[in-house]
T-cell receptor
């Protein structure tokens, strides 16, 4: 149980392209979804938290207009990296929780998306 | 501000032995502490959660301890196997109104 699917797993595209990443909870309803960015040998960096039907809460320093998040249903959240540039290249991971943003419920992660901007 | 430390150096353990990973934190004790496993190029997988008032939690070959005096959690894998090789992350949950604080993880290598 508690399976989260993230798609695509890898994207390589030219600078200026917008890229959409999908995160789906397959067998449970995710009250909250989280979007992280991870650099090699570094801890997970939370970018934003989204709740179904409401605006995402972005962490300090994360550009809202650059990283668009939509949480249209209890099983789907999308992250769109708009006009991506090489510095946006990274490993992006989503997670889903049946609890709220500050719940002690464990988070269930997707397998991540490796984004490479040329 | 709260800081969390995990040994950044890889831990090499002989197969069959017990592997022990450390998670240290500063300042206030978290309400909960979570441990995850992450394989290369994959997302983390939840393993165990331990509450502030719990000293120990077990799941099969896994054991987690939580010492609020030492401000430390230990993660043990008994009878380790090469398949246990991965990076293990700890995360602090300070309770309501706070997000999880993640450690950078410790890479565990189990040698056959």
């Amino acid at each position: 149980g508690a399976v989260v699917s993230q798609h695509p797993s890898r994207v390589i595209c030219k600078s200026g392209t917008s890229v959409k990443i999908e995160c789906r909870s397959l067998d449970f309803q995710a009250t909250t979804m989280f979007w992280y960015r991870q650099f090699p040998k570094k801890s997970l960096m939370l970018m934003a938290t989204s709740n179904e039907g409401s605006k995402a809460t972005y962490e300090q320093g994360v550009e809202k207009d650059k990283f668009l998040i939509n949480h249209a249903s209890l099983t789907l959240s999308t992250l769109t990296v708009t006009s991506a540039h090489p510095e946006d290249s990274s490993f992006y991971i989503c997670s889903a929780s049946a609890g709220g943003r500050y719940s002690n419920q464990p988070q269930h992660f997707g397998d991540g998306t490796r984004l490479s901007i040329l | 501000s709260q800081k969390i430390e995990q040994n950044s150096e890889a831990l090499n353990i002989q197969e069959g032995k017990t592997a022990t990973l450390t998670c240290n934190y500063t300042n206030y004790s978290p309400a909960y502490l979570q441990w995850y496993r992450q394989d290369p190029g994959r997302g983390p997988v939840f393993l165990l959660l331990i509450r502030e008032n719990e000293k120990e939690k077990r799941k099969e070959r896994l054991k987690v301890t939580f010492d609020t005096t030492l401000k430390q959690s230990l993660f043990h894998i008994t009878a380790s196997q090469p398949a246990d090789s991965a990076t293990y992350l700890c995360a602090l949950d300070m309770g309501s109104n706070y997000q999880l604080i993640w450690g950078a993880g410790t890479k565990l290598i189990i040698k056959p």
